[in-house]
């Protein structure tokens, strides 16, 4: 096997672009190594400049849900260009977006789009601080909402990875207006709303987190921030930008059937175009621009092909039963990779709701950021490249998730789980 190519490629990269890449989490700095360069994919597959091809379990980190290349995303794509990329006037399309956004997520009556899941974040607490002339937000360790100054206090995701939590060139009276607190800990938030109810605007959470691992939330977690926000009139935000439409139509406050005051939204709806989305409360959302008087504002926001992309995406979600199936290779994926560790003795904690998946290295359970942070990262990084060396490629670090397509057949599962097996042995 031959990584040539993509040597040369990362060589030449790294000499105009920071680290070689355009997002940190890109690069292998968590298990060592070059990056791989895709020249393609198609399905659950994709190849790299060598003419390497793997089982690709990063699917863009979310968005692909129905694997590379779907078809009816790549119609939509090339009959849409067609009619010219961006208009800077309002189009079909988006109104469509945002009716089916409306209609599928069960507490947004209003959405405005944007153009990344960091935007959707950054604007809904511009509107919660609007809203409620509170300056305070309040997150929890480990979740990642994108890349804005208030929220790159202790966040997963790549910053996680490569441990710069809290990220130089954010002001100290920025993050000094964010308090964080441990995930699924529902005393410390109350505890916290005890001290400080009338400064805090928000409460922002993965409803399920996705960026330090798969961890889902324990029973009360979610209950708590809504009923301490609702009694001191803060706004409970979820963050859905990896969930939402990922474990099931309506996301996560569907599927685990809470009420949040915003939510926002990301990955999925754009079919892997940038496009980001934050909606929520009537009341709320009617404060923006040019409503009301909270500005926030975009170029090419709707973009028409972004919004044709997205529509197709989401389009296909809705045929009957597809998250019952998704849900079915997910799990037995995790039973696999479960049983396989087991045969060889390696500790192991498997989380997986529908479409996402991670396998800590660490005995468990893993409920919060410091239990995944119990992780041996080492042996991570041993198996990611032993599962690279047979044809798998997993995100680059033990603090993702693993991203479950409608292309991930059952035979790909499979093949995945001997992969494992035999990458687990060799770790041994
Ligand atoms: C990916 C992600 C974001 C940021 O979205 P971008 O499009 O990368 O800016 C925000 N929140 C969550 C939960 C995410 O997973």
Redesign the pocket.
């Known amino acids: 096997m031959t990584d040539e190519r993509s040597n040369d490629l990362f060589k030449r990269a790294q000499a105009v672009i920071p680290g070689g890449v355009n ?1 940190p989490v890109r690069a292998y700095a968590a298990v060592g190594g070059t990056p791989r360069f895709i020249e393609r994919g198609s399905g659950a597959r994709v190849w790299d400049i060598d003419g390497q091809g793997y089982v690709d379990y990063v699917m863009s ?2 968005p692909l849900i129905h694997g590379h290349a779907f078809g009816p995303v790549v119609n939509a794509l090339e009959s849409g260009a067609a009619y010219g990329t961006s208009y800077g006037a309002p189009t079909a399309a988006e109104v469509e977006l945002a009716e089916t956004l409306v209609r599928c997520v069960p507490s947004v009556e209003m959405v405005r789009l944007v153009n ?6 950054m604007s809904a607490i511009r509107l919660a601080r609007a809203a409620t002339g509170r300056d305070r937000i309040l997150k929890f360790a480990g ?5 804005a100054d208030a929220l790159l206090a202790r966040a997963g ?1 790549g910053s996680l990875t490569l441990g710069v939590p809290t990220s130089p060139g954010v002001p100290r009276s920025v993050v000094a207006q964010t308090s964080v607190l441990p995930f699924n800990d529902a005393q410390a938030v109350g505890r916290t709303f005890a001290a400080q109810a009338e400064e805090i605007a928000a409460v922002i959470v ?1 409803p399920i987190a ?2 330090m691992g798969v961890v889902p939330p324990v029973p009360g977690f979610l209950e708590t921030i809504r009923r301490v926000t609702t009694e001191t009139g803060a706004l409970f935000i979820a ?4 969930t939402g439409f990922r474990v099931g139509l309506g996301g996560a406050q569907q599927y685990l059937d809470f009420a949040p005051d915003l939510t ?1 939204l ?2 999925i709806i754009g079919g892997g175009m ?1 496009v ?1 989305a934050y909606g929520g409360r009537r009341d709320l959302m009617e404060k923006m621009a040019p409503v009301g008087e909270v500005y926030q504002a975009g170029t090419l926001s709707g973009n028409p092909l972004a919004t044709a992309a997205g529509l197709a995406n989401l389009q296909a979600l809705q045929e009957p039963d597809f998250y019952q199936r998704l849900d079915t290779r997910t799990q037995r994926l995790a039973e696999g990779l479960r049983r396989a560790a087991a045969g060889v003795g390696v500790p192991i904690t498997v989380n997986a709701v529908t479409g996402m998946l991670t396998m800590f290295f660490t005995g468990g359970p893993v409920a919060s950021l410091d239990d995944a942070q119990r992780s041996d990262t080492e042996r991570f990084a041993r198996f990611f490249h032993a599962m690279l060396d047979r044809g798998i490629m997993l995100p680059p670090s033990q603090f993702e998730a693993w991203m479950i397509s409608s292309a991930h057949t059952e035979e790909i599962i499979d093949e995945t789980i001997e992969a494992a097996e035999a990458a687990l042995r060799i770790l041994m």
Do not use: F, L, Q
């Open positions: 997002s980190w979310g990344s899941g960091t935007e959707a974040t979740n990642y909402h994108g890349h995701s993965e996705g960026n963050d859905e930008v990896i926002t990301g990955k940038p980001g």
